[in-house]
């Protein structure tokens, strides 16, 4: 448990390909120093050297190019620089000019327009002039009262007598004209109340300036108090809010530049929106009205310079999403693809609410592609705009990862688990879709990013007992990686880490679930057993490739040294294994995600002759949610259990998470009271731990001491609480990590080890 990059060594990660395609740079720490460094690796000389301020051409992660690919903008220390691709030539365009953002080149390859300070701004490069092309100002427009036929009359009767009023009313719209024809230079201001705004985009022609104005309530955060300061104070950290407060509602605004006027996209009549979701009908006496705000993502653009609006809408529930096409100069919108999940939209590639899903067009500019969870598997299709058809390029029980069009147009490149649910390799197909041409080979998982003229990879390759490591390999099937850094250390290597056998067991409802299985060298006849719960709810840990729960890897090691049979499985609601699974836990976390672990402790009893009294199980987050549940609801199957930072009532979670799998506590109780342990803890069999850090800004310490309460009311007993100030959710501290794993190992040792008879000291 101490510190990873002395004792394991710090993998490389984050590969970026020079323009010339003969650099890659990427971040390393084979120093240990205390954070990691930039390196480059150059195909030429075969060398690696640290990358400093002389050399020149270091890239940008994120640069945006022009259509002809001869130019590419990036922004460096705030600043925007442009850059010849041909010969690495960088041009500096701004100097200490804070807030630039947004940037891309408008539809002539040489203009460019950036967001300043929340306004869009055209660069001419001819001129060299900065054009302002909107005005957004907070707060509302100023109204103008119409005065009463009276005072107009007294108006006019005062100037009648008074020629002095009468010659400075003459001046004062005299001035008023001059101003009003300045102003004609200006955009109009747009007044947003106290929305924020983001995502300005021209059209290609430059007539339509889109923008999203987003509301959002300022007063449903929570706070979490840090009692271990500096100041000696105990002091509020400002936290999420909890699931059903307000949430955030968005607007595309559309500005006609032409006509000078501003007008937003209509969403209301969008099909489906007002369908109530099937999981109302559980409750006849309730009046349900579905929300019907949307987030709206896009616009966007071809690059052949048509002003064809591509947009994604999400329904606010999360339940529906629509594709479609925005006709600017009206503000309605085309639907072309309409997706409903009575669960909630998800998987790789589709994102979630808040986030775009992998959509774009194709070259030409007459078909869009994005990634649907139609078939059940998240899948490439294509969308002909002409003629109304939609074409899925790839199908099967498996994802597609990360898709990407080549350079020339011919084809798409992208990741897939298409072997084996648990292999990543990375796949080329025609643009059209057909034959998947498999570029990597080797059990693991292969990370792979192409040079820019793709004729090479670099990729990140990691098994199931070895940390990634970055290889080179010719881009073509058969092609030999080259190995390019050692990063691990000889304390790390000097241990034989197992590499985990990948099992599957028959779940209750017939099911095939997945798992890791580490066993000790005696065999697990009559032994102890330990079920490990991975976190995060959505997540894949029964891979071939290394895991991010590295210190849990090394710990199942340990346990096996000690003649434990350890069990990890990607149970119902983790990744990679499609819609279905992935929506297994709709309305009822602690169901089926849960009898699948049970499954597995039946199975290593059946199977691998694990002593039924001997079984412990113990996770994070999910897992430590996962883990309550067990010891609350499942009596006499698990003698032990520790819940790390665990979820105990969904009701105080995240609003964006626990929307999307139990709905809201207001609308759907029923979920809520069916998933939540707190409502279960007078169910305790057997020993538990709960260790929780004081400051988890994300499962907030206030949910074990209202569970904690709970057991003390219930009188139960067997159970302890383990508290670090200093930790948030993830812990940072090793000399955390090692109590809190010190802890585990004890309670496993004297429950249901070796050590479970002897006398406490």
């Not at 199931?464 to 304390?491: A, D, M, V």
């Not at 850090?693 to 499962?699: E, L, P, Q, S, W």
């Not at 949910?703 to 009311?713: A, K, T």
Request: net charge negative; glycine share 8%.
């Amino acid at each position: 448990m101490q510190e990873p990059a002395r004792w394991i060594g710090t993998s490389p990660s984050d590969p970026v390909w020079e323009d010339n395609s003969r650099q890659v740079f990427f971040k390393w720490n084979p120093d240990v120093a205390p954070g990691d460094s930039l390196y480059m690796y150059d195909l030429r000389s075969g060398n690696i050297q640290k990358a400093s301020r002389r050399v020149t051409g270091i890239p940008d992660a994120n640069p945006y190019f022009n259509v002809q690919k001869a130019k590419k903008l990036y922004l460096q220390n705030g600043d925007l620089y442009e850059e010849e691709v041909k010969n690495g030539k960088a041009l500096q365009l701004t100097r200490n000019i804070s807030g630039i953002s947004n940037i891309s080149y408008a539809a002539n390859g040489s203009d460019i327009y950036f967001t300043l300070n929340d306004n869009l701004v055209l660069l001419d490069r001819k001129t060299g002039t900065l054009q302002q092309l909107t005005d957004f100002k907070k707060g509302n427009k100023p109204s103008e009262i119409e005065p009463t036929q009276q005072n107009k009359w007294l108006q006019q009767d005062q100037l009648a007598f008074f020629e002095v009023l009468e010659q400075r009313k003459q001046k004062q719209e005299q001035a008023e004209l001059a101003r009003a024809r300045d102003q004609q230079r200006r955009p109009q201001p747009i007044y947003i109340s106290d929305a924020r705004v983001d995502n300005q985009t021209a059209s290609p022609d430059g007539r339509y300036i889109t923008f999203r104005l987003i509301s959002a309530p300022g007063d449903e955060g929570t706070k979490v108090p840090s009692f271990v300061t500096e100041s000696g104070y105990t002091e509020l950290l400002d936290a999420r809010a909890k699931v059903g407060s307000r949430q955030i509602s968005s607007r595309m605004g559309i500005y006609d530049t032409r006509r000078d006027t501003v007008y937003f996209l209509q969403t209301k009549d969008l099909p489906g929106l007002d369908k109530l979701p099937d999981f109302a009908k559980d409750y006849p006496d309730k009046e349900f009205k579905r929300n019907t705000d949307v987030v709206i993502h896009g616009p966007f653009y071809p690059e052949n310079g048509s002003s064809s609006a591509l947009l994604e809408v999400r329904s606010l529930d999360n339940k529906d999403r629509w594709i479609g096409l925005a006709d600017l100069a009206t503000g309605k919108m085309e639907v072309l693809d309409h997706q409903r999940d009575e669960a909630w939209i998800g998987g790789p590639g589709i994102g979630w609410l808040f986030s775009p899903g992998a959509i774009g067009w194709l070259p030409g500019g007459s078909k869009f592609w994005f990634q649907s969870e139609e078939s059940g598997y998240a899948h490439l299709y294509t969308y002909d705009v002409g003629s109304k058809q939609k074409k899925q390029l790839t199908s099967g029980n498996y994802e597609v990862y990360d898709p990407q069009i080549s350079r020339n147009g011919r084809y798409w490149y992208f990741h897939s688990n298409m072997v084996h649910p648990g292999v990543r390799h990375f796949y080329r197909m025609p643009i059209e879709g057909g034959k998947m041409e498999q570029l990597t080979s080797g059990d693991g998982r292969w990370d792979a990013t192409l040079s820019p003229d793709e004729k090479t990879l670099a990729l990140l390759f990691s098994t199931g007992n070895t940390p990634p490591e970055l290889y080179l390999q010719p881009n073509r099937s058969g092609g030999s990686p080259k190995k390019i850094t050692s990063s691990l250390t000889e304390e790390w290597q000097a241990y034989p880490w197992r590499m985990p056998e990948y099992v599957s067991f028959k779940a209750s409802d017939g099911a095939s679930v997945p798992a890791r299985l580490y066993r000790p060298a005696n065999g697990s006849q009559n032994g102890p057993a330990v079920i490990f719960v991975h976190g995060a709810g959505y997540l894949q840990n029964a891979h071939k490739w290394w895991s991010s729960y590295f210190r849990e890897y090394m710990f199942h090691n340990l346990l096996a040294d000690k003649g434990y049979t350890v069990l990890d499985i990607d149970y119902r609601g983790s990744a990679g294994y499609g819609r279905d699974w992935r929506t297994g836990i709709y309305r009822h976390m602690g169901g089926k995600d849960l009898s699948d672990h049970v499954d597995g402790a039946r199975w290593l009893v059946e199977e691998l002759g694990v002593d039924s009294s001997r079984l412990g199980i113990y996770g994070g987050s999910y897992g430590g949610f996962i883990t309550l549940m067990a010891m609350f609801t499942e009596p006499g199957v698990f003698k032990a259990g520790a819940a790390l930072r665990s979820v105990t009532d969904w009701a105080h979670y995240n609003h964006p998470y626990t929307a999307n799998i139990l709905n809201e506590p207001y609308t759907d109780s029923l979920a809520y009271a069916r998933s939540s342990p707190i409502y279960y803890a007078e169910g305790l069999k057997g020993h538990l731990l709960i260790a929780h850090g004081m400051i988890d800004t994300n499962v907030h310490f206030q949910d074990v001491v209202r569970l904690s309460q709970r057991l003390i009311e219930l009188g139960k007993e067997d159970w302890e609480l383990a508290v670090y100030p200093l930790e948030d959710h993830g812990f940072v501290e090793p000399s955390s990590w090692t109590d809190e794993y010190r802890r585990i190992l004890k309670l496993f040792d004297e429950t249901i080890g070796s050590d479970r008879n002897k006398p406490a000291e």
